[in-house]
Nanobody
């Protein structure tokens, strides 16, 4: 079955950087639509960045210019490079996968992703 395992979270000061990884297994990783979501305490889970099987990407306005999503199909791994972190980036970060391409308008809607990792915590102190 599909398994997604995130790593790379931690505590960092404002202005710092982190790189999250998501190791995928159990399916043809290269053909799947992948995304990063995050959920802060008391808030809804929100989409952060997505990447299609062809490498095209899209970002939430709140992270555009600071975060970069990428994928290494040879390693079955998804990444999220996070720079210029601030306190508002503090959240649990989740990797998600969809077997089917997701329309642009739905790309940040969690209901369209069938597979999820367990999450990795990112804490940014100001």
């Amino acid at each position: 079955q599909v398994q997604l395992v995130e790593s790379g979270g931690g505590s960092v000061q404002a202005g710092g950087s982190l790189r999250l990884s998501c190791a995928a297994s159990g399916y043809t990783y290269s053909s799947y639509y992948m995304g990063w979501f995050r959920q802060a305490p008391g808030k809804e889970r929100e989409g952060v960045a997505v990447i299609d099987s062809d490498g095209s990407t899209s970002y939430a306005d709140s992270v555009k210019g600071r975060f970069t999503i990428s994928r290494d199909n040879a390693k079955n791994t998804l990444y999220l490079q996070m720079n210029s972190l601030n306190a508002e980036d503090t959240a649990m970060y989740y990797c998600a996968a969809s077997k089917y391409r997701i329309s642009w308008w739905a790309r940040f809607q969690k209901a369209f992703y069938a597979y999820w990792g367990q999450g990795t915590q990112v804490t940014v102190s100001s």
